[in-house]
């Protein structure tokens, strides 16, 4: 089953002059894959997570998610479905510095509000046992270590359930050990629990490991 | 509670201190407003009062200094007619038939009194000194309905001057100049340079100084004797409305009806109503300042807080919240520093008031008062959180905007 499907992305940047960043791209990730997308800098990978993201929507093509189409869609209808169907992860954890580990777990299901706030405590202190982080809950979210912080935010993308994962370099700020963590982490979301993940990254060896390695080079997907 | 609420909160109490500033700006702008605004008012009120208590709603009298066209003009209206130096003529500031004007304005409901009365100038002789001052001849009777004398006597009664044809009751202010009491005998003298002496029966405070330092009151007959005129000589026909309001409205009519000039008291107190409006301008013009001010005071401290928190902005917006959202929890933010702090400003505006109230201050000749007056109408506090609150929207909503516009790609790809 098809989670994701691009069709002929293509998109400029117009600063300091107009370059053409992604050529005509298509994609298609089933789900249950952890996909790796990798090459050098500049060579458009981060541009092209940022448009599968819904973020960015000054692209040419087609982009649908969970059998949606999202081009054409406006922002409130974007982050609506941000909210509910993708969940991100990026080099650095971006929790918010005034809530405690359990309330930023627990944010994107407020906003989303399927659960009440009491079975969403229920959930986040689920997401965040299995990442092994239980015992952090209660805690203000910066008297955590740099590797707990990335598992917080990896619960906080799990918490509503969402379709992808997309990770923006997501072991880019971490130390070996920690960067071993988080891929098993990621390798039995997709086993297990059949979550799709997305990650741009830099590091060979993570993406080795992953289900699938997509190469980029001059906005083209080359392998 | 909503989710923007309890993320606006969370900022507002983890910043303590941010926050109080903030909130201070507020609640000294308002604060100050409240205290001025009831100062102001107060005295604004204080004025009218005066006004009213002291000055008839509508005078009718014989205004003989009013432009009068020349013969020439009557003549010959075609021509060019060049007259210099026309002077008034030797008319008498008589009322004719104000008796019966008087009747005839009584039959309007809108009426609560007409007293129709003779006014002239008099000297008072005071050993070789002379004070100016004025007489007024009334039926006192019919002056009480008007002005409440009653209740303005300090010393003897207005019966008094019933049953004393040569009694007169006098200003307190113009007895104590010549240090007369009540049963003291003045001697006055007419501009013709008539002379009479008079027994004081009574003295009046109506509380302005222009009135008890010059003015007494006596019985029409007796007027009308010193100044040598006959019994129907009356000078002024006095009014007082049931709606006070009504004057203006009414004086162009009683002038047109009667053919002599009608006054309201609006265009005789015109000096101290300009007053009210100055102060008017002053208070609002002050109280605006400060919350420009600490409008801007909440606009740098929000946009500080936008900038520290460009990448939470940015991660909220990648996790769902729409622009709105951002923009809300900012400008509840702002909000909830406008509405503790306008409601602190109230209780300071509220405590100043209370103290103005109590400070003793003494009105001089001028005015009787023993303290200043301060209003507490619950209209100013209404007024007063209302302007806090919208200063601090505006405020706000600049930030807010800005916020609920960042892009988060720019600042999540680092």
């Not at chain 2, 004719?96 to 129709?116: C, D, F, Q, T, Y």
């Not at chain 2, 100016?132 to 001849?137: D, L, R, Y």
């Not at chain 2, 007369?180 to 004081?200: C, E, H, N, S, W």
């Not at chain 2, 002599?260 to 300042?289: C, F, H, P, Q």
């Amino acid at each position: 089953m098809q989670v994701l499907k691009a069709h002929k992305v293509t998109k400029y940047f117009y600063e300091p002059e107009k370059f053409q960043v992604l050529k005509a791209i298509d994609l298609s990730v089933s789900k249950g894959e952890f996909l790796s997308l990798v090459g050098k800098s500049g060579c458009g990978k981060s541009t092209l997570l940022y448009v599968l993201s819904t973020m960015d929507t000054d692209y040419e093509g087609e982009l649908e998610i969970a059998g949606q189409r999202l081009t054409g869609k406006d922002q409130n209808q974007l982050s609506k479905f941000r909210n509910a169907h993708i969940g991100f992860v990026f080099q650095f954890h971006y929790l918010l510095p005034e809530f405690s580990v359990l309330q930023n777990v627990m944010i994107p299901a407020l906003k989303l509000a399927r659960y009440s706030p009491h079975e969403i405590e229920e959930r986040a202190y689920e997401k965040l046992t299995m990442l092994g982080v239980q015992e952090q809950a209660l805690k203000p979210s910066n008297k955590l270590s740099g590797g707990q912080q990335q598992r917080v935010a990896i619960a906080r993308a799990l918490i509503n359930d969402p379709d992808i994962i997309m990770g923006d370099e997501p072991t880019g700020n971490l130390d070996s050990y920690n960067t071993h963590v988080v891929f098993d982490i990621f390798n039995e979301l997709t086993q297990r629990y059949k979550q799709t993940i997305i990650a741009v990254t830099h590091d060979e060896e993570f993406a080795k490991k992953s289900d699938r390695i997509v190469e980029m080079s001059d906005g083209k997907i080359v392998s | 509670m909503s989710l923007p609420f309890t993320i606006a909160r969370t900022h507002l109490v983890s910043k303590p201190k941010q926050t109080i500033v903030a909130m201070l700006g507020v609640t000294f702008g308002i604060g100050m407003f409240i205290a001025m605004v009831s100062l102001m008012t107060g005295l604004n009120d204080m004025t009218e009062d005066l006004a009213m208590t002291s000055s008839p709603d509508i005078r009718i009298y014989h205004d003989i200094t009013a432009d009068r066209s020349s013969l020439a003009e009557q003549v010959n209206p075609q021509g060019i007619n060049i007259v210099y130096h026309t002077k008034p003529k030797n008319e008498s500031q008589k009322v004719h038939n104000a008796l019966k004007i008087a009747e005839m304005i009584r039959k309007n409901p809108e009426v609560r009194g007409v007293s129709p009365q003779l006014t002239s100038q008099v000297f008072y002789n005071y050993g070789p000194v002379q004070l100016n001052g004025t007489i007024a001849g009334v039926d006192i009777v019919e002056e009480d309905r008007l002005f409440d004398i009653k209740a303005k006597m300090r010393e003897g009664r207005i019966e008094d001057l019933i049953v004393n044809p040569e009694g007169i009751i006098m200003g307190k202010g113009l007895a104590k100049k010549l240090n007369a009491k009540t049963g003291d005998r003045v001697v006055i003298t007419t501009p013709q340079g008539f002379t009479m002496t008079l027994k004081v029966v009574g003295l009046f405070q109506m509380g302005v100084g222009t009135i008890d330092n010059v003015k007494s009151y006596a019985n029409i007959s007796m007027v009308q004797n010193i100044l040598q005129r006959d019994k129907s000589y009356l000078t002024d026909v006095n009014i007082k409305l049931k709606d006070f309001h009504l004057a203006k409205a009414m004086a162009p009519q009683l002038q047109k009806t009667f053919g002599y000039k009608s006054e309201d008291w609006e265009t005789a107190n015109a000096t101290m109503l300009l007053g009210v409006i100055i102060r008017n301008i002053l208070t609002y013009s002050v109280s605006i300042t400060l919350l420009i001010v600490a409008g801007f005071g909440i606009y740098n401290i929000l946009n500080m807080t936008i900038m520290n928190k460009m990448k939470d902005i940015a991660i909220l917006k990648a996790m769902g919240f729409s622009g709105s959202d951002v923009r809300k929890i900012f400008m509840i933010q702002s909000l909830i520093i406008g509405l503790i702090g306008s409601l602190a400003g109230l209780a300071i505006g509220f405590l100043l008031s209370s103290l103005i109230v109590r400070a003793p201050f003494d009105g001089g000749d001028v005015i009787s008062i023993d303290h200043l007056p301060v209003n507490f109408k619950a209209k100013y506090y209404i007024v007063g959180i209302v302007f806090g609150i919208v200063t601090t929207a505006i405020a706000g909503y600049m930030p807010s905007r800005k916020a609920a516009n960042v892009d988060p790609i720019e600042i999540l790809r680092g």
